[in-house]
């Protein structure tokens, strides 16, 4: 990528900035839960966080509060390397335990992943001598010879492609070899540097009109039901997961329409939430407006583009609404969402209106009565452009990696449900993140069970048809 400076002071950029801002109030907190049966070798893990450090400056940099609307990042005077807390298996019962229910409910790694997505150390944008660290480390140790291994990081240098292509680069250097590299990067930029000065071109007349909009249609649309709306917020999730045959059948039927999977999940949630939902549907008029959220990389369309190895937040949102009658086929919603959304996206929408987005969450974050019930609900779901496809690998052998979550916290701006899905081994497995209490979790099991339940009665249709 382009040459950045590695050792001066930067100004973060408006999408950085709103991370910021958005993180500090719960949303954007990224961690990585994997759960292994082989006792990991910290000696190994430190080396492989230090080599990720040493190829990623980003990684050492320290978030300072600027004024008292911006924020800089800088490195430290000299780099030190991250620390690696060791959680012993009695302070990781005793953490279970603390959970009540949801030990007892869910396996560990997601009662895990759950109290490491609600650990904020950016709440308080007091700074503090040298700055605040931007990611963490923490080995939890469980009984039958099982661990948890976790990295908690801010959504200022850390995107979905960040996450994932870390999690690759740490996996990789804590093989056999103790290798893996090839990645090393001078420095990073924010996204507003990059973006091709012809696709992000707005008239002021144009950016005026569209911010009327995005804020006149925000009070058209229809929320999931909110069953506590003033306690203080956290993140929980609800994974979705679907066997072999249900994942093939799911992208076949995408891929026979053209269009991807994040079509079909959005349309999937959105007639879920139509159905739960229907008991207040009492007019003639059972037309219901939901607003959805879509995130795209944007490295491969930047100037220069850039690789999915260098780390930072190169992501976009693009907002779109959509009206429900409940009486849509899946096929026929997923279609009609995603062609909105490549449409907006083929119109540079995620270039230009990059400024308008931004300037909006800040307003909401800062005034959140500005929206329904002070609920900061940006949307009822968002979800990504592409998932996440991988198959197990030699090395996740090697490491004993029995299974992993990743996904990032909800419970600041955001939507009702964000989508982080994955095809794993050709299985689909989605974790489904919401704000409690906002949405309680009986609420979310069962939209997530309806979702699934859609996504399946269309396989069924597709067989008789």
Not at 263 to 276: F, K, M
Request: contains cysteine; charged residues 20%; glycine residues 6%.
């Amino acid at each position: 990528m382009a040459d950045a400076p590695t050792n001066l002071t930067r100004l973060l950029g408006g999408t950085e900035q709103s991370c910021c801002k958005a993180v500090a109030g719960g949303t954007g907190i990224t961690v990585l839960a994997l759960q292994v049966s082989k006792e990991p070798n910290v000696a190994l893990f430190k080396k492989a966080l230090q080599k990720l450090q040493n190829d990623h400056p980003v990684l050492n940099y320290m978030l300072h509060k600027n004024n008292s609307t911006s924020f800089i990042i800088n490195p430290p005077l000299t780099p030190d390397h991250l620390p690696l807390n060791i959680i012993n298996q009695l302070k990781t019962t005793e953490l279970l335990m603390s959970h009540g229910s949801n030990a007892t409910m869910y396996p560990p790694l997601h009662v895990i992943l759950e109290h490491e997505l609600n650990i904020n150390e950016w709440c308080d944008h007091v700074t503090s001598v040298g700055g605040l660290q931007l990611w963490f480390a923490n080995v939890y140790t469980l009984p039958d010879k099982k661990w948890v291994l976790v990295l908690r990081l801010h959504a200022g240098i850390c995107d979905r492609t960040t996450a994932v292509s870390l999690l690759k680069e740490l996996k990789e250097a804590m093989g056999a070899e103790g290798g893996g590299g090839g990645y090393k990067e001078k420095g990073n930029v924010g996204i507003e540097e990059l973006i091709p000065v012809e696709k992000a071109k707005k008239t002021i007349w144009a950016r005026g009109m569209d911010m009327v909009t995005y804020s006149v249609k925000s009070f058209t649309l229809t929320n999931l039901k909110f069953k506590d709306a003033k306690s203080a917020r956290r993140s929980e999730v609800v994974r979705l997961k679907m066997s072999t045959q249900e994942t093939h059948m799911l992208l076949t039927g995408c891929e026979l329409r053209g269009i991807k999977l994040c079509g079909a999940l959005v349309a999937a949630t959105l007639l879920a939430a139509y159905s739960s939902n229907k008991q207040r549907h009492t007019s003639k008029n059972n037309r219901k407006k939901y607003g959805v959220v879509f995130l795209n990389d944007c490295r491969a369309y930047l100037q220069p583009s850039l690789s999915t190895h260098e780390f930072g937040f190169y992501h976009s949102a693009i907002s779109t609404s959509h009206d429900v009658k409940g009486e849509e086929n899946l096929w026929e919603l997923a279609t009609k969402i995603y062609t909105t959304f490549e449409k907006s996206k083929n119109n540079n929408r995620h270039f230009s209106d990059m400024t308008d987005v931004n300037f909006l969450v800040s307003k909401a974050i800062a005034n959140p009565s500005l929206t329904p019930s002070s609920s900061l609900r940006s949307s009822l779901v968002s979800a990504f452009e592409d998932p996440i496809i991988e198959n197990f690998s030699d090395i996740d052998h090697e490491l004993g990696l029995d299974d992993y979550i990743g996904c990032a916290s909800t419970h600041g701006i955001g939507p009702s449900v964000g989508l982080f899905d994955t095809i794993r081994d050709g299985q689909l497995d989605c974790a489904c993140v919401y704000p409690a209490p906002l949405h309680s979790r009986e609420q979310m099991e069962e939209l997530i069970a309806k979702m699934k339940n859609v996504l399946v009665e269309s396989f069924k249709m597709e067989v008789n048809a």
